[in-house]
């Protein structure tokens, strides 16, 4: 697993109200990505950090914060929640094994529910 | 932005079957291409990956190429087994910035 864990593994919260999840990381890696996981979606990327303080956007971050202030955590977090927001959360990290080679591992996943 | 496009969504084999699934690509910089297997309630697990300089590349009964011309790429599973069956996502990374296909679940059946 690459030392990569999340929390909460499970919430359920209501619509409107902020909702923070984390990823830690104990292996130093410098990137960092959160990715929410839905049935015909597939892995799509919502931000991602190169760093500390260094962050992107992804493919669906509309709705979505980060931070990254040490380099071993990772906070999303969805300012008001909606129910188009349920969904099964990953994070990852890569290990730079090679120049242009890097491995995503991926931590066990947060499932989410706004009702 | 990188768009990655997967086919088929699902795929039923017989046990020993080949099984190909193939991804195409829409940035012609992206340099590395990996393969994850994701079996049910579990999270992804990188099963193989191949940079850009790199046409094919094997471990077992795992296979991927790579034609960046055309800008495809194929994970090919011979022989295949039961165990085989999961999820399958291929992803092209630029930048470090890695975008996932849609998956595809395969099915092998004994």
């Known amino acids: 697993d690459a030392g990569i864990t999340q929390s909460p593994r499970h919430k359920v919260t209501e619509t409107g109200t902020p909702v923070t999840l984390r990823c830690h990381q104990t292996?130093?890696?410098?990137?960092m990505y959160w990715y929410r996981q839905d049935p015909g979606h597939g892995l799509r990327l919502i931000h991602y950090?190169?760093?500390?303080?260094?962050?992107d956007k992804g493919e669906v971050s509309d709705g979505y914060s980060v931070s990254r202030s040490k380099t071993e955590d990772f906070l999303l977090t969805l300012e008001s929640a909606t129910s188009s927001q349920t969904s099964v959360y990953f994070c990852?990290?890569?290990?730079?094994?090679?120049?242009?080679?890097?491995?995503?591992?991926f931590g066990q996943g947060t499932r989410l529910t706004v009702v | 932005g990188e768009n990655v496009e997967q086919h088929p969504s699902t795929l039923s084999v017989q046990e020993g079957d080949s099984a190909v699934i193939k991804c195409t690509y829409s940035?012609?910089?992206?340099?590395?291409f990996p393969w994850y297997k994701q079996e049910l309630g579990k999270r992804p697990q990188l099963i193989i990956d191949?940079?850009?300089?790199?046409g094919e590349k094997k471990d077992q009964r795992i296979a991927v190429t790579l034609n960046k011309t055309a800008k495809h790429f194929s994970l090919h599973i011979t022989e295949t087994q039961p165990e085989d069956s999961a999820v399958y996502f291929c992803?092209?990374?630029?930048?470090?910035?890695?975008?996932f296909g849609t998956g595809t679940r395969l099915q092998v059946f004994p």
């Open positions: 950090s190169y760093g500390v303080k260094d962050t």
């Open positions: 990852a990290a890569t290990a730079q094994q090679q120049v242009d080679r890097c491995l995503a591992f």
């Open positions: 191949i940079r850009s300089n790199v």
């Open positions: 940035d012609s910089a992206s340099n590395y």
């Open positions: 292996e130093n890696h410098r990137y």
């Open positions: 992803a092209a990374s630029i930048s470090h910035k890695l975008i």
